[in-house]
């Protein structure tokens, strides 16, 4: 669960389009952050795999991999910046809805 998600559900309450945006970046920033992520341990395997003779073509797949996961996680995140700004600009302010769920005893996001 993303730490910002009780903005999320704030937008969802308020029925606000943002909660569109929010959801939709929330969703490729993992999609995103995961193979990039992943590539970076996995190019020392397929550097390891070229070397032995498994062929080369194992590092392209992880260059190629973490290329495209940095992409869509900045796009992601993009996406979820945009929605932060349409929240704001119609008086959802983040830092409120944070300071309200502080002192319910829920998660806190500090």
């Not at 993303?2 to 999320?8: I, N």
């Not at 389009?17 to 952050?33: E, K, N, P, S």
């Not at 498994?54 to 260059?63: K, P, Q, R």
Request: some cysteine; charged content about 15%; overall charge neutral.
């Amino acid at each position: 669960m993303s730490l910002d998600y009780p903005y999320y559900e704030e937008l969802c309450r308020r029925k606000h389009r943002a909660a569109w945006w929010w959801r939709i970046g929330d969703t490729l920033y993992y999609l995103g952050l995961l193979p990039a992520m992943f590539a970076i341990p996995g190019a020392g395997f397929a550097f390891v795999a070229g070397l032995s003779g498994f062929g080369w073509h194992w590092l392209l797949l992880s260059a190629i991999a973490f290329g495209g996961g940095a992409v869509v996680f900045v796009v992601g995140s993009s996406l979820k910046g945009h929605a932060y700004r349409l929240a704001e600009r119609d008086g959802i302010l983040s830092s409120e809805v944070y300071a309200r769920g502080a002192g319910d005893g829920g998660t806190e996001v500090k």
